[in-house]
Nanobody
Framework: QVQLVESGGGSVQAGDSLRLSCVAS????????VAWFRQALGKEREGVAT???????TYADSVKGRFTISEDNAKNTLFLQMNSLKPEDTAMYYC???????????????????????WGQGTPVTVSS
């Protein structure tokens, strides 16, 4: 099973940027969906950047235009670039992986993600005003 280790969190001022990294123990490009989630103190966990069946990424409305997910498959690493950070972005950030399958429909391949059962330990982000 894949293991995930996040890093890059920290304490910053509003308007600053951070880039989170998530290193996987194996190549996830073929068999896993990967995503970023966050959980603020006293709140439910929410998806920040999650994959869609067409291979695109859905971003939470609160981070659209500010956060970008990317991958370096050669290094088994997932990134979350966070710009224009706001105090409400303060949370523990997690990367997660789910087993993935592909299926053919309407003349192309689509992906189906299972349950996100593989989680890193999280990296904290604190944004002060």
């Amino acid at each position: 099973q894949v293991q995930l280790v996040e890093s890059g969190g920290g304490s910053v001022q509003a308007g600053d940027s951070l880039r989170l990294s998530c290193v996987a123990s194996e190549d996830t490009s073929n068999n896993y969906c990967v995503a970023w989630f966050r959980q603020a103190l006293g709140k439910e966990r929410e998806g920040v950047a999650t994959p869609e069946s067409d291979g695109t990424t859905t971003y939470a409305d609160s981070v659209k235009g500010r956060f970008t997910i990317s991958e370096d498959n050669a290094k088994n690493t997932l990134f979350l670039q966070m710009n224009s950070l706001k105090p409400e972005d303060t949370a523990m950030y997690y990367c997660a992986a789910a087993l993935r399958t592909r299926f053919w429909r309407y003349g192309r391949y689509w992906i189906q993600c299972g349950e996100f059962t593989y989680w890193g330990q999280g990296t904290p982000v604190t944004v002060s005003s």
